[in-house]
């Protein structure tokens, strides 16, 4: 028998061996997702600062490198990062400061380092970072990924003066990509994260030279989240595992009270007794059973207060419409905020909105634009849950056909996405979620319909009155005759009361 070897490989090296679970499939899919992660690791840290973004991207050919090879810049107005984390932050996989009960783009510390990698193993470069938190330095490094290790390696670091207190991030590194193949999608993608994220300057030069601009509409941006503790319902064995082990207090009442979220003092009580647990039990002493325990009977309690939505930062009808008007420039547009809701204990809010006309086009199908925690998602369609929805969508019965240009628009956020990869393009048919975005659809859809029933109505008085404007003069004329007279009657006095009985029509 053949002996067999076995070997242990680090987190980056698994994603280095599968870089196609989070987005890097191809060069074509790869130049996207880099842009993606840095842009969406500006945006947070931009909002993390409590500033309107302004993000600079630059795309340029890579001058005595191979073809297809080309060099990334992605600079920001945002928080910037303390010197001693900047190299973990782009030089180390699942390490980030996002690993906590709030909503925000990033969630699994992967993005920007995969980036990193990804240009390091098709160019054997290594990245720039240059970052400053708005103290008096700026701090400027050169890293590569010690990929076996899962280690940042810095090659140079340098100090700067920061006179005039600068705050943001510089990302620069070479990667091998296809931008022409992928260029529609970086196009969508950047058009419709400037409509989800209307307080934000998006800047972005191509190759080629091309600048494409998207200019704010507003400074106000949604209220930031806050942070949460874990919901009951969402709770496993090993989260209360790690609770037991750090926590403070001594007796189960105040381990319920200060662990988890929204749990009063008679909550705390009542589920203690539902549990058959000694409030005065010192939790630092459950035994392995007692927590299994525990937490099936979380599940089992039903009169737990739902999560509340702080943790959370929808964008709001103001903000969503305002991103709609701008991108998209339609004839009407309407706007549904759902109200917070809950799958396995995490809250998650539905924000849905239709438009007609303006620039969206007639393709002979409803344009469905996705978001999730305002990023767009623009790959895999097809098995995304809002997909699902609008395609088993009863649109006859609102008015609506598949050759009207409509567009419909789903942003869901919560602490927990469920997306189906760590690639982040689509999510996952919870049913929960399905339910609120097809009650955020039909609430969106009614006021279509209404919009298309007095358009419809318009167009129908319209065609009446030309018919009126045609033949009443002839009328006029031949009736003059019949009845031998010389002067023919006043039609224009008909005409305007025809007019006015219609306009009256119209504006109820
Ligand atoms: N532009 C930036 N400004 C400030 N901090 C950043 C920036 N880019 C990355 N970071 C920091 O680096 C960490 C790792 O980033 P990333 O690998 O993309 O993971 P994630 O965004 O999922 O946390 C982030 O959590 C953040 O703390
Ligand atoms: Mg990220």
Known sequence: MASQTFEEISPADFFYRNREIAGFTNPSRAIFAAIRELVENS?????AFAVPPNIYVRLSDEQDSTPGTYLLRVQDNGSGITSRHIPSAFGQVLFGSKYKLKQSRGTFGLGGTMAVLYGQITTHKPAQIIS??????????????????????????????????????????????????????????????????????????DPKGRLYKFTRVTTKMPSPPKETLPHPYGVDVEKVKRLVRVTPHNNMLDFMKSHFHRISENIAKRFIE????????????????????????????EDFRPPSASCLSPLGEDLLKAGILKALKPEFTAVCQRKPSTYAGHPFIVETAMAYGGEIPKRGDFILYRFANRIPLLY????????????????????????MPIAVLVHICSTKIPYKTVGKEFIADRPEIKREVLNGIRDVAR????????????????RRLNIFSKYLPKIAKFTTELAGREEEPDIEKLLLSVRKVDRKKTDD
Do not use: C
Request: aromatic fraction near 12%.
């Open 274 to 301: 539902f549990a058959d647990i000694s409030p005065k039990k010192n939790p630092r002493k459950l035994n392995p059973q007692e927590i299994v325990k525990l937490v099936h009977m979380m599940k089992r309690y």
């Open 132 to 205: 400053s938190t708005a103290s008096s330095k700026v701090y400027k490094y050169r890293i590569m990924v010690d990929i076996q290790r899962n280690k940042p390696v810095i090659l140079e670091r340098r100090i700067l003066l920061n006179r005039d207190r600068w705050h943001g991030t510089i990302v620069e590194f070479s990667l091998e990509g296809d931008y022409y193949r992928a260029m529609p999608k970086i196009l969508d993608y950047f058009k419709q994260t400037a409509l989800v994220n209307p307080y934000a300057n998006i800047t972005f030069v």
């Open 380 to 403: 895999d369609e097809a098995s995304d849950v809002s997909f699902r929805v609008v395609k088993s969508f009863n649109w006859r019965r609102y008015k609506a056909s598949q050759d």
């Open 43 to 47: 945006l947070d840290a931009a909002e």
């Open 447 to 462: 006021r279509l319909k209404r919009f298309l029933s007095k358009r419809e109505h318009v167009a129908k008085e319209k």
